[in-house]
């Protein structure tokens, strides 16, 4: 018997989840990270007779089957084929200092640039990374920091570069579709949403020129 589970739930939504694979007769559960690292749900699993094989777990213990990989040796080849591609100025999204595999993966990086001569330049520690400075990624960005979050955001040309500054500048509250089209996928409350985030989204622009002083 073969499932895939979407996600586990905690608390009483994770015994129904283990519940759940226990009716179905499934003789073993794959666990990637992070689900790997909770205890109380490979307790849980073990408990009900099923068992468990972890997928590179922060800790790696006898009584756990896992099959880890080698970050560093990973992140060290990447690095170096960037290199000697020609790039000089290659970034690595470090992860949570929480699991062990971030700090392997920061040595391989950080060995890397120095056998081939090259300077880790600056550390950038931030709560999240916004990849893309266009219209989305900009508003994230300062949506994020306004509500006390340190924010790094990473464009590969220059804020506003593709679609968000090759258009007509028009305000339009809608996606270019008529969205009950959508209501297959996301029923009616999902369309309602979408007519709302249309027009909600004509008052954040507006909000934020008035707020920033944006000259347009």
Do not use: K
Not at 3 to 12: H, N
């Amino acid at each position: 018997c073969c499932r895939q589970l979407e996600r586990f739930g905690t608390g009483r939504q994770q015994s129904a989840d283990i519940a759940q694979i226990v009716e179905a007769h499934v003789a073993g559960v794959i666990l990637p990270p992070p689900l790997c690292d909770r205890a109380e749900l490979v307790e849980g699993l073990t408990a009900a007779g099923i068992a468990v094989v972890a997928i590179a777990p922060d800790r790696e213990t006898e009584a756990l089957a896992s099959v880890s990989t080698d970050d560093r040796g990973a992140a060290y080849e990447m690095t170096r084929h960037l290199i000697e591609l020609g790039h000089r100025r290659i970034a690595l999204i470090e992860g949570t200092s929480r699991h062990r595999s971030s700090t392997r993966r920061r040595h391989g990086y950080v060995d890397a640039l120095r056998d081939h001569d090259m300077a880790l330049e600056q550390d950038l520690i931030a709560d999240v990374c916004v990849i893309g400075g266009g219209f989305t990624g900009v508003n994230t960005a300062i949506e994020l920091a306004r509500r006390g979050l340190s924010v790094v955001l990473l464009e590969g040309r220059r804020i506003g570069w593709g679609a968000s500054g090759r258009n007509g500048g028009q305000l339009i509250r809608g996606i270019g579709h008529e969205v009950s089209w959508f209501s297959r996928y996301v029923g009616q409350e999902g369309v309602a949403y979408l007519q709302r985030a249309g027009i909600e989204s004509v008052e954040v622009v507006g909000r934020r020129v008035q707020e920033d002083g944006i000259d347009c």
